[in-house]
Each structure stands twice: as C-alpha cells, then as structure tokens.
T-cell receptor, first 112, second 118 residues
Framework: GAVVSQHPSRVICKSGTSVKIECRSL??????MFWYRQFPKQSLMLMAT?????????EQGVEKDKFLINHASLTLSTLTVTSAHPEDSSFYIC????????FGSGTQLSVL | AQTVTQSQPEMSVQEAETVTLSCTYD???????LFWYKQPPSRQMILVIR??????QNATENRFSVNFQKAAKSFSLKISDSQLGDAAMYFC???????????????FGTGTRLTIIP
C-alpha cells in the first residue's frame, strides 16, 4: 500500500557538517511533499512545501539557504540541513498526500 | 492566519473509561477540514479522525468521535472505552479546503499527552 518512507530515522553529526534526509513516496506519486519540524514536547511546524520540478516554498522565518529542499522526482524529496549547528537539532517529518495526508516516520537530528 | 489551540497539555484516564480532548481554532474561512492525529512514542503520525466543516454531522471512527461546534470554533475528541494503546500525544490540526496549491498544509495545535491508567 501507499507509504511515505523517510530515512535516516536518526542521525548524529558534528557542527558545521551537512545532513541529507530523504522522503520517498512508495506505491504512489507525490507532486507535493511537506516538511515539518518538531521541537521536543512541541507541535509540528511546517517548514516548507516541496514541489516536483520546481522550487520549494518556504514558510516565513525558515532559512532557505540552510534548509535546502530538492524534489527531483515524483517519488523523492530531500531536505539538506547545511552547516548544521546544535540549534538545528530537532525531529524532522515529511508528508505527502495519497487520499489522506501520509507522514514519514521522522528523522531525529542531533548536532554536536 | 489560522491558529489551533489545545489547552490541555496533559490528560489521564482510567482504562475502559471515556476521555474528551479539547481543541479550539480561529479562522475567517467558511470551508475547511479539521483533524485529530495521534503520535505514539514511535513518533509516527497517525490520522485518528477527520471532519469537514460543511458537514453538520459529527465524525465517528469506532471508539473515536468528535464534537464539532462550528459557530464556537470548537472541535473536541472523545475516546470511549480507553485502551492502553491509546496512550500518545494527540494533535488537533486545521487545513483549508480547496485544491489549489498550498491548501494541503496543516496547522497543528500544541498537543495533549494522554496517559491511560491501567
């Protein structure tokens, strides 16, 4: 069945390095995907909307140069956190629509 | 901009009992969707129930039902016969209706952590 697959589930990196998170739609095509960020014990905040073949749309206050989004195919969107710093440590979740909005299992990013 | 408010950070209920989680929202739109999502310790977001604003009838999914009061902008979730597996964070969410680009995004409340007491 239709599933949104997100990898990796957990990543630890050093400050200053870049980290790529993948979000794949399995058994369906997703022209649009959504990237959310969740701080500990807080709600999900939409970061950006990813569109296949075009530029992503970022929410107000989200640095597009820090959070690079690429939606190169109908089944894959990637979020790259560039020059990561400890304040970027968070839980990142992607989602895509297939009759209903499906969510990936999330990626816990820890920047040391 | 739309806002979603969940005023109960934590709730607890005895197993097999009924619990109601509150949610209010603010919008100037007349057509929209409301959702309750469950986030268990695995952190996977799971859709519990959905309500379309133009429908007066309250949505029901097995043990889960909502009390949708459009005029009051209130959307509470009732869980009947609570089970241990219901323990999770519950998020209320809002989505504008319509199919044009950007309407798919969800605005979430801050969540209610539900504990089930055996």
């Amino acid at each position: 069945g239709a599933v949104v697959s997100q990898h990796p589930s957990r990543v630890i990196c050093k400050s200053g390095t870049s980290v790529k998170i993948e979000c794949r739609s399995l058994d369906f095509q997703a022209t649009t995907m959504f990237w959310y960020r969740q701080f500990p014990k807080q709600s999900l905040m939409l970061m950006a909307t990813s569109n296949e073949g075009s530029k992503a749309t970022y929410e107000q206050g989200v640095e597009k140069d820090k959070f690079l989004i690429n939606h190169a195919s109908l089944t894959l969107s990637t979020l790259t956190v560039t020059s990561a710093h400890p304040e970027d440590s968070s839980f990142y979740i992607c989602s895509a629509r297939f009759s209903q909005l499906l969510f990936g299992s999330g990626t816990q990013l820890s920047v040391l | 901009a739309q806002t979603v408010t969940q005023s109960q950070p934590e709730m607890s209920v005895q197993e097999a009992e009924t619990v109601t989680l509150s949610c209010t929202y603010d919008t100037s739109e007349s057509d929209y969707y409301l959702f309750w999502y469950k986030q268990p310790p695995s952190r996977q977001m799971i859709l519990v129930i959905r309500q379309e604003a133009y429908k007066q009838q309250n949505a029901t999914e097995n043990r889960f039902s909502v009390n949708f009061q459009k005029a009051a902008k209130s959307f509470s979730l009732k869980i009947s016969d609570s089970q241990l597996g219901d323990a999770a964070m519950y998020f209320c969410a809002y989505r504008s209706a319509g199919s044009h680009f950007g309407n798919e995004k969800l605005t979430f409340g801050t969540g209610t952590r539900l504990t089930i007491i055996p």
